[in-house]
């Protein structure tokens, strides 16, 4: 009987830790899908209007080629430098003292009056210090793709690198929504200069794989109080 509730138990303990493998995921950043987009041709119908401008099939012959239309292409120079620091101090002191006598009472001797007398004192004091520093850099070159152009002209960009050495694959993600006046000659621009911006970078592989915890071991880190 106790054999056949030890093994109960474990397997029960099995199936709880496959659950929580299962529910426990990686974070993950909301980067814009697709990653890349292909321009349609437009079914331009001939305006009869007899005149050589036509708004539709427009693009400047005089000027720096800028991004602008779904499925160009826009070099992002990302260089995200976060830090904060964040310092606090609290001190609380609170002391009392109170004290009493009789200095006279009927049918009582001095020397027994010398030892009527009462007395207290409290002290309570906190002191407390945090401190918190965050700093954070991440820099890289990645090219996305046009993948969407808002009512107002600003892009919404979107692209995606895989780089694969021996069996490990590194992936950078990027998103975000670009100002066309922002971008510079050569269709570059700068992270920061990017609203919006959704950057994920992670590993794909044995590497990866070996730095994440096991699902066995997870699984305690949920359940356990401490």
């Given at each position: 009987m106790k054999?056949?509730?030890?093994s109960r138990l474990i397997g029960l303990a099995?199936?709880?830790a496959g659950l929580s493998g299962c529910?426990?995921?990686?974070?993950t950043v909301d980067v814009v899908e697709p990653t890349q987009a292909r321009p349609v041709?437009?079914?331009?119908?001939?305006?009869?209007?007899?005149?050589i401008f036509?708004?539709?099939?427009?693009?400047?012959?005089?000027?720096?080629y800028r991004a602008r239309m779904v499925g160009d292409i826009v070099t992002v120079t990302i260089s995200e430098n976060i830090s904060a620091k964040q310092e606090t101090t609290s001190k609380v002191a609170?002391?009392?003292s109170v004290s009493g006598s009789i200095s006279a009472l009927p049918y009582a001797k001095a020397d027994q009056l010398a030892k009527l007398g009462i007395g207290g004192k409290s002290d309570n004091a906190f002191n407390g210090t945090g401190s918190t520093v965050s700093s954070n850099n991440f820099s890289g070159v990645i090219t996305c793709t046009v993948v969407e152009v808002l009512p107002n002209g600003h892009l919404i960009i979107s692209g995606e690198k895989q780089i694969g050495v021996a069996k490990n694959v590194d992936i950078l993600k990027f998103s975000g929504q670009v100002d066309p006046m922002t971008i510079q000659p050569g269709n570059t621009v700068a992270s920061t200069q990017v609203a919006n911006v959704r950057i994920e970078q992670k590993g794909r592989g044995a590497q990866s794989d070996a730095?994440?915890?096991?699902?066995l071991a997870r699984f305690f880190l949920n359940v356990l109080p401490f």
């Open positions: 054999l056949f509730s030890m099995l199936a709880m529910m426990v995921t990686a974070p041709a437009a079914d331009l119908t001939p305006a009869n209007n007899g005149a036509q708004a539709q099939s427009y693009r400047p012959l005089y000027e720096t609170k002391s009392g730095q994440g915890i096991g699902w």
